[in-house]
């Protein structure tokens, strides 16, 4: 089943303490992003990777990293999370061959920093 | 740079009653636009999506949507409602212009339908 996987799905954690949200599909898709989701302001673009080892920063990308050495896997970095990166995530993939195709969207990952 | 606008935060509708969800975009160029649903505790999905093909674009579920250049609108319609369209919706526009680069995506506020018995 074609699908992008993202773990943890639930995090409560602490400022400062580093964590990584993980990222994976299974299409073969060159294009993944990672979006922060909050009431009122839709979806804001994190960064994003047009392929391994290519990677460009989005609307919002202050205190996040973010790395693609395997197509597959696009994980996000918070080396030192604070309350404002209190927020609802999301990791998305597309086939960038051609017309621009559809966004698979993982299910989310709710973080909250204490 | 490009920026969207869904004018409505919240629209209620009745069941089997038409549905009306407005998107207005800027774009120096010539965009692709999409909506997406959300429904509670989900990732987002595709509805439907316009790449300078027809203007009327038809998706899943019975949305389409009018892609009107002169007024910078992609409004988003079904002629009915349903309980199970009840959902956020976004509009999106990606300067996306062919070949094999994605673009970037830029994201509305987000419209919550709310459909009545």
């Known amino acids: 089943e074609a699908q992008v996987t993202q773990n943890p799905r639930y995090l409560i954690t602490v400022t400062g303490k580093k964590l990584t949200v993980t990222c994976s599909q299974n299409?073969?898709?060159?294009?993944m992003s990672w979006y922060r989701q909050d009431p009122g302001l839709g979806l804001r673009q994190i960064y994003y990777s047009m392929n391994v080892e290519v990677t460009d920063k989005g609307d919002v990308p202050e205190g996040y990293k973010v790395s693609r050495k395997e197509k597959r896997n696009f994980p996000l970095i918070l080396e030192s999370p604070s309350p404002n990166q209190t927020s609802l995530y999301f990791c998305a993939s597309v086939l960038t061959s051609g017309n621009p195709g559809e966004l698979f969207f993982g299910e989310g990952s709710r973080l909250t920093v204490l | 740079a490009q920026s969207v606008t869904q004018l409505d935060s919240h629209v209620s509708v009745s069941e089997g009653t038409p549905v009306l969800l407005r998107c207005n975009y800027s774009s120096s160029y010539s965009p692709s636009l999409f909506w997406y649903v959300q429904h509670p505790n989900k990732g987002l999905q595709l509805l439907l999506k316009y790449t300078s093909a027809a203007t009327l674009v038809k998706g899943i579920n019975g949305f389409e949507a009018e892609f009107k250049k002169s007024e910078t609108s992609f409004h988003l319609t079904k002629p009915s409602a349903h309980m199970s369209d009840a959902a956020e919706y976004f509009c999106v526009v990606s300067d996306w212009s062919g070949g094999t680069s994605y673009g970037k995506l830029t994201f509305g506020q987000g419209t919550i339908l709310t459909v009545h018995p």
């Open positions: 299409m073969n898709h060159e294009y």
